[in-house]
């Protein structure tokens, strides 16, 4: 399963997490299909704009922490807001479960950040 990790400034708009998530699946050869889920930090859940584009979507918003997650971004403004180098990569790994990877750093798009992760077998 892919799950696309969310980071995004306050009253960031719909579109722009589409297109960061679309970005995203681009830089990987992916479509809005791979799609499983859309995963959030706790400071993230309330977003309008995240639950807007999981129902356009089709798909759930997983709420998890970031605790003990290693992600590939080392932002200072991320690590001093969520406590993690990047919220949206944070996000990727811990909502898909163990055993998670990053397909590669967060893509950013405006207001809003989107990281890929997967459990599938690597190739």
Do not use: F, W
């Not at 709420?63 to 944070?90: D, M, N, Q, Y």
């Amino acid at each position: 399963m892919i799950v696309a990790g969310i980071g995004c400034r306050k009253g960031t708009e719909e579109a722009e997490v589409l297109a960061a998530i679309d970005a995203a699946l681009a830089a990987h050869g992916l479509s809005r299909a791979a799609l499983g889920a859309l995963a959030v930090l706790p400071q993230k859940q309330n977003e309008p704009a995240i639950g807007a584009a999981a129902r356009t979507l089709g798909v759930d918003v997983i709420v998890s922490t970031a605790i003990g997650k290693e992600t590939l971004t080392k932002s200072p403004h991320s690590l001093a807001a969520t406590g993690t180098g990047s919220a949206s990569e944070a996000a990727a790994l811990a909502g898909a479960g163990e055993g998670a990877y990053l397909l590669g750093p967060r893509v950013i798009a405006n207001g809003a950040t989107c990281a890929l992760a997967s459990t599938e077998h690597r190739s």
